[in-house]
C-alpha cells in the first residue's frame, strides 16, 4: 500500500515521532526538540507556515500540551491534528505520537483542525451542563468519548468549551455523537 503524502510539514516533538511518521505516511517535521522551543524553531516553523502550510501533532501529555500552546500563542491559524492518550500508549507505559499504530496516524492526520476567525463562543457553559460534560459524575467520561470522537485531544470542562468554540464545532455535531456514544 502506498503511504498517504502530507503536503504540510508536520511539527513534532523529537527524532522518534518524525520516524513513526515516517513509517506511516510520507511527510517532512520539523522536530521542537522538547518543550522549550527556542526562537530558531519558531522561525523555522513559520517559513513552513507560510511555505506550505503547518500541523502541530505533539504528544497527548502536558509537554506536548505546553509545545502546542506555545506555538498557537505565536501562529493562532495553524492546523492541529490529535492523537488520543489510548491510541498512543506504549508497551512500556509511555505516551506519544512514536507509540501510535500507523493507522491511528493516518487518521490522525485525515482530521486537522484549524482555528475559526469568529471568536464568538458558541458553545456555552450551559450547554456543557445540559449535554452532561460539565458538572455530572459521568462528566469525564463523555468528555473522553467525545473528544475522541472529534480527534480534539482530550480536555476538561473548560478547555472543552475552548476547543470546541476554537474549532467551530455545532452544536448538531456534538449531539449527534453524544446520541451515538449514549447508544452504545
Known amino acids: 500500500m502506498e503511504k498517504p503524502v502530507i503536503k504540510e510539514v508536520i511539527i513534532v516533538e523529537g527524532k522518534d515521532d518524525t520516524r513513526r511518521l515516517n513509517e ?5 517535521t520539523i522536530e521542537t526538540k ?17 511555505t506550505r ?27 492541529e491534528a490529535f492523537v488520543s492518550r489510548s491510541k498512543a500508549k506504549g508497551r512500556n507505559g509511555g505516551i506519544g505520537i512514536e507509540h501510535a499504530s500507523k493507522e491511528s496516524i493516518i487518521e490522525s492526520l485525515s482530521k486537522v483542525y484549524t482555528s475559526v476567525s469568529d471568536s464568538t463562543p458558541h458553545i456555552t457553559i450551559s450547554d456543557m451542563v445540559g449535554w452532561g460534560l460539565s458538572g455530572s459524575k459521568e462528566a469525564a467520561v463523555k468528555r473522553t468519548r467525545l473528544c475522541e470522537e472529534l480527534n480534539i485531544g482530550y480536555a476538561n470542562a473548560g478547555q472543552l468549551r475552548k476547543k470546541l468554540n476554537r474549532y467551530g464545532i ?7 455523537i453524544l446520541k451515538a456514544v449514549e447508544g452504545e
Do not use: M, W
Open 53 to 79: 502550510g503547518a500541523i502541530i501533532f505533539t504528544d497527548p501529555d502536558y509537554p506536548g500540551q505546553k509545545i502546542r500552546n506555545t506555538i498557537l500563542e505565536r501562529f493562532p491559524d495553524i492546523k
Open 34 to 50: 522538547g518543550s522549550a522551543i527556542d526562537e530558531v524553531v519558531l522561525k523555522e516553523i513559520e517559513v513552513a507556515l507560510n
Open 24 to 28: 506511516a505516511v510520507s511527510c517532512e
Open 170 to 176: 455545532k452544536h448538531e455535531q456534538i449531539e449527534d
